[in-house]
């Protein structure tokens, strides 16, 4: 048996094709359109990838989109005052500062960036206000993959409610705001990270498996339960023949992209893994491009709550 695929690229349209006629009308009404500023310091290849595809998904749609690029070798303060001057924008509504930043910027850098970002333009959702917004359960702007996650399961028609739902990963980005929106949609909700002991087993009980670590291939078909829903949040770029060798048998079309292109974006989850699920969410084409349409869902309400929640 081979797993259902949700079709991540299928429901990104639908958001897009709910989006753009309230993106539309905003334009019409305000007299400019809904604004989103994006800053990319440094050139890491995969935010060089993630950044134009918002670009061009923000443009294709409507918004207005501007990128303001800093050198690997900014500093801290040259980065704070791009968010400032955006914070200050009458034509921005959004604001994204990719990440990961340049270790060179220091530990504590994305804290500081994510903090000084104006709530009502925090489009990420990873300013605290929105954080403690989100875990109340009445956010504006929830942080978008996780929201993408939800988007997915329930426009799939994947029972959450009661669930038991597995969150791979503990980070700000995903895995902890994932989960608690899972909780808000009442599944009973686990959360495995590096620490966790028996994570196969643990992952094994889940009617809902989400894997967000950045590990090629680790969620196994020992990780699954028979029928469960998994849904892989992972996106790693590799280059080393090996680890495709690993995962992807000889003549498949995943190898042949390799050996095309030199390199591959892999997910957490092992391709068998599909002939165990109930339905599996898939690298590339799952997640990735509902990321981007919530991103375009935010920047339109955060457009709409400046101009009085009517826009
Ligand atoms: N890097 C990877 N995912 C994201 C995201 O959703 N937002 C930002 N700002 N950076 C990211």
Partial sequence: MSARVLDGADVANQIRSEVGPAIAAFTARAGRPPGLGIVLVGDD?????YVRN???????AGLRADLERLPATARLAELLEAVERLNRSDAHDGILVQSPLPPAMGVDAERRVFDLIRPDKDVDGFHPT???????NRAPLPACTPSGVIELLERSHVPIAGARAVVIGRSDIVGK???????????TVTICHSRTTDLAGAAA??????????RPGFVTRSFVKPGATVVDVGMTQIDDRATVERLFPPGSKRREV??????LVVGDVHPDVAEIAGALSP????????TIA??????LTAAQLRAGGTG
Wanted: hydrophobic share 50%; no cysteine; glycine share 14%.
């Fill in 258 to 263: 390799f050996e095309r292109r030199g390199a």
């Fill in 54 to 60: 918002k670009l061009k998904s923000a443009a294709g």
């Fill in 294 to 299: 919530m991103l375009l869902k935010n920047t």
């Fill in 205 to 214: 009980g889940a009617d809902i498996l989400v894997s967000a670590i950045g």
């Fill in 130 to 136: 929105n954080v403690g917004h989100l875990v109340q």
């Fill in 283 to 290: 690298v590339p084409g799952g997640v990735g491009p509902l």
């Fill in 45 to 49: 290849p995969a935010s060089e990838i």
């Fill in 177 to 187: 705001p994932l989960a608690i929106l899972l909780l808000h949609r009442h599944a």
